[in-house]
Antibody, heavy 121, light 109 residues
Framework: QAQLVQSGAEVKEPGASVKVSCRASGYSFTTYGLHWVRQAPGQGLEWMGWIRADSGNTQYSQKFQDRVTITRDRSASTTYMELSRLRSEDTAIYYC??????????????WGQGTLVTVSS | QTAVTQEPSLTVSPGGTVTLTCASSTGTVTSSYYPNWFQQRPGQAPRALIYDTSNKHSWTPARFSGSLLGGKAALTLSGVQPEDEADYHCLLYYGGAVIFGGGTKLTVL
């Protein structure tokens, strides 16, 4: 059973950057891609982007294209999401989620536990 | 900008049946949108229920079913239990991008 464990809560000032990690276990890391999603307080889910763990190729939401960078470290079975130029509206829980099969993209079966990022001066 | 729309809230009685829908601003939702459904209880991460329109995960209770209905993706709960009270999110695939609906808050009363 796939398990995704995310890094701990972060508090950042406006204008700073944050880097959240998602460590995978229970499956072959390089054979599955991974998505990043966020949820602002009391709001719905919002897709941010995707990375292929084998090639490192990425796909980003147009909304976050100029501020988000998703990378991976194959040796650590870990994926990272970095969001720059933070503003108060970026306060949210950030999740990683994994497709259910190696050739899948949108069919999801596993989620990380979430990482709360608070942006405040 | 493409939008995915869900009912903001629904109420159902225990033992009853309720259908949640997921519409696309681009038109009719088909299986090519790979509709997924997720359940989220307060303070928890989402949990996958349905993928690729109607397929259940091994942990999905039998009372949950997915379908296409009237040009939308649909999630039907039959024989609703109190523990089904939660937020439900749909996801649609748009050729490389993924868009979630705003979520439906389901109250069991």
């Amino acid at each position: 059973q796939a398990q995704l464990v995310q890094s701990g809560a972060e508090v950042k000032e406006p204008g700073a950057s944050v880097k959240v990690s998602c460590r995978a276990s229970g499956y072959s890391f390089t054979t599955y891609g991974l998505h990043w999603v966020r949820q602002a307080p009391g709001q719905g889910l919002e897709w941010m982007g995707w990375i292929r763990a084998d090639s490192g190729n990425t796909q980003y939401s147009q909304k976050f294209q100029d501020r988000v960078t998703i990378t991976r470290d194959r040796s650590a079975s870990t994926t990272y999401m970095e969001l720059s130029r933070l503003r108060s509206e970026d306060t949210a829980i950030y999740y990683c989620m994994r497709p259910r099969c190696t050739t899948c993209y949108a069919d999801i079966d596993s989620w990380g536990q979430g990482t709360l990022v608070t942006v405040s001066s | 900008q493409t939008a995915v729309t869900q009912e903001p809230s629904l109420t159902v009685s225990p033992g009853g049946t309720v259908t949640l829908t997921c519409a696309s601003s681009t038109g009719t939702v088909t299986s090519s949108y790979y509709p997924n459904w997720f359940q989220q209880r307060p303070g928890q991460a989402p949990r996958a229920l349905i993928y690729d329109t109607s397929n259940k995960h091994s942990w999905t209770p039998a009372r949950f079913s997915g379908s296409l209905l009237g040009g939308k993706a649909a999630l039907t709960l039959s024989g609703v239990q109190p523990e089904d009270e939660a937020d439900y999110h749909c996801l649609l695939y748009y050729g490389g991008a993924v868009i979630f609906g705003g979520g439906t808050k389901l109250t069991v009363l």
